[in-house]
Each structure stands twice: as structure tokens, then as C-alpha cells.
């Protein structure tokens, strides 16, 4: 069984560091073609796509916020972690951890979910 | 402004079919055939409903089916039933960048009237 959760800060100020930590359970990062993503939702808004690696320790980054952007991972934990830099209010959102996987050839759907964390970014 | 635009709402009475289309360009929709749709209740994380256009995961009613035509993909719902009135969000793997990315629609809010 599948599982993932979020965790990190509710509340950040502007310009502070965002250190966000993905726990999961139910596969490894050390397999072949396992992934973590995270994907955020401003509220009332659309979903972003924001980062991801994987088990060969390759990252990508969303092309507007790579600049901001960390992704790390620690296989013996089963953990991701995102960082985001410079935190402005335009920022607050509810921060996403998905399960992604890659093959050959191309590429499976997020196909679990954690359930999410609201993050406020306000002084 | 999202990169895959979505209508921002449709609506359907129980039993009708509805469609929602998802238009993004060469570079995504149109390039790839890793076009997926989430379902969304409100406070309730993302669930994959579509992947690769047209499939469905188990445990997906086959009341949803996908479709795509050049760079528009579209999600359809038969036989609408109450629960399936929730934000649908389609996302597209994109290489614009050359590095692997993945964009998202606006959403798509269902009613069941």
C-alpha cells in the first residue's frame, strides 16, 4: 500500500526558506524508475507542477521556479525534501508530494498523492 | 495563467454525458501521449483518473474515458452521478524546456445539477 504525507511549516515569512519534507511508504527510492514530485495549489487555484527526482538521483525543476527550487532525497528514510527560497505571499499554497514513475521509455501519471499541507507565507 | 486551458466550468444533470477539453500546444498535448485527469473533491488531494489519454487505472469507473485530437484532449463522463461533481485538472509532460517538465489546466468545475 501506497502512502505519502507532507510536512513542514504552516506559516513562513516573506523571504524565509521553505523546507518541506515528503514521508512514503509502500515503494523505495532505491528502485529503478521511482519518483517523487511536488506539486502545489494556491488556494482556489490550479495546480503546479514544481520538481522531481528520482532513484538515479536526477532532478528537474519546474522552469520558473528552478532558480528557488532544491529537491534531496534520503533513501533510508523514505524521504523527499523540497526547499523553496525568497518565500513571497503569491507562495502560500497547499504543497503536494506524488509518486511518479519512470520507465524506458517514457513515463507513468502521479499516481498517488499525499494529502497535502497549507502553507501561509504573511509577516 | 495556466499552460493548458480548460473551460472553467461545466455542467450536466444525472445520466447525461459530459465533455471537458483540454487545449495546450505541439509541445505538450499535441507532442506526447502522457496526457492525465485528476479528479478533485473539495479539501481532498488530487486522484488519478485518466494516464496516458486514454486509460484508466483500476479501481476507475468506466463511466470516464479520454481522448485526445491534436493538441486538445478531452475527458468525458457518462451516466453523471452525484460524486462526480468535483474540479478535474488535465496535465500534459511537456520538453519545452528540453528537460522533462509536466504542466496542468486551470480546472474544470463540475456540476451535477
Known amino acids: 500500500q501506497v502512502t505519502l504525507r507532507e510536512s513542514g511549516p504552516a506559516l513562513v515569512k516573506p523571504t524565509q526558506t521553505l523546507t518541506l519534507t515528503c514521508t512514503f511508504s509502500?515503494?523505495?527510492?532505491?528502485?529503478?524508475?521511482?519518483?517523487v514530485s511536488w506539486i502545489r495549489q494556491p488556494p482556489g487555484k490550479a495546480l503546479e507542477w514544481l520538481a522531481l527526482i528520482d532513484w538515479d538521483d536526477d532532478k528537474y525543476y519546474s522552469t520558473s521556479l528552478k532558480t528557488r527550487l532544491t529537491i534531496s532525497k534520503d533513501t533510508s528514510k523514505n524521504q523527499v525534501v523540497l526547499t523553496m527560497t525568497n518565500m513571497d505571499p503569491v507562495d502560500t499554497a497547499t504543497y503536494y508530494c506524488?509518486?511518479?514513475?519512470?520507465?524506458?521509455?517514457?513515463?507513468?501519471?502521479?499516481?498517488?498523492w499525499g494529502q497535502g499541507t497549507l502553507v501561509t507565507v504573511s509577516s | 495563467q495556466s499552460a493548458l486551458t480548460q473551460p472553467a466550468s461545466v455542467s450536466g444533470s444525472p445520466g447525461q454525458s459530459i465533455t471537458i477539453s483540454c487545449t495546450g500546444t505541439?509541445?505538450?498535448?499535441?507532442?506526447?501521449?502522457?496526457v492525465s485527469w485528476y479528479q478533485q473533491h473539495p479539501g481532498k488531494a488530487p486522484k488519478l483518473m485518466i494516464y496516458d489519454v486514454s486509460n484508466r487505472p483500476s479501481g476507475v469507473s468506466n463511466r470516464f474515458s479520454g481522448s485526445k485530437s491534436g493538441n486538445t484532449a478531452s475527458l468525458t463522463i457518462s451516466g453523471l452521478q452525484a460524486e462526480d461533481e468535483a474540479d478535474y485538472y488535465c496535465s500534459s509532460y511537456t520538453s519545452s524546456s528540453t528537460l522533462p517538465n509536466w504542466v496542468f489546466g486551470g480546472g474544470t468545475k463540475l456540476t451535477v445539477l
Open positions: 509502500g515503494f523505495s527510492l532505491s528502485t529503478s524508475g521511482m519518483c
Open positions: 505541439s509541445s505538450d498535448v499535441g507532442g506526447y501521449n502522457y
Open positions: 506524488a509518486r511518479i514513475r519512470r520507465y524506458s521509455s517514457g513515463w507513468y501519471p502521479l499516481d498517488y
